[in-house]
């Protein structure tokens, strides 16, 4: 949608879907209308480039309990982590550059513990 930003911030995962093709985590931090929540997606890629599936991370979906506030820009950064739980899946650290209490965008890392299915099993807030 318009003023999304998708694309802001790029991580290239494993095959999540195991089909041996490296899938992208892609930042959307402009994602919820006027209010930039922020959302990631979760792109399964072909061999040619081309996605063939979508999977959106968002407060309101993909298993993301977030919560998220409105300029929490989730999605502002994402990077790829190695399997942290032991499952077997490689999770996921998103950037909410804007977050904070009371308008203050400290800002805060979300670590996303992923399942097979590239859902969120849980999640993890951090801040400095």
């Known amino acids: ?61 993909g298993g993301f309990a977030g919560p998220l506030d409105p300029l929490d820009r989730f999605g502002s950064s994402v990077a790829a982590l190695a399997d942290l739980d032991g499952d077997g899946v490689g999770d996921l650290a998103v950037g909410a550059s804007g977050d904070g209490a009371s308008g203050q965008h400290q800002g805060a890392v979300w670590i996303l513990f992923l399942n097979e299915d590239g859902t969120v099993k849980s999640e993890k807030k951090t801040r400095v």
């Not at 930042?27 to 072909?46: E, I, K, R, T, Y």
């Not at 061999?47 to 959106?56: L, P």
Request: charged letters at 20%; hydrophobic letters at 40%; proline letters at 3%.
């Open 1 to 61: 949608a318009s003023r999304d930003e998708l694309g802001s911030s790029l991580a290239v995962l494993g095959a999540l879907d195991g089909d041996g093709i490296p899938d992208l985590a892609v930042g959307a931090p402009g994602d919820g209308g006027n209010f930039d929540f922020g959302a990631v997606w979760l792109l399964s890629l072909q061999s040619n480039g081309q996605a063939k599936g979508q999977r959106k991370l968002s407060a309101t979906e």
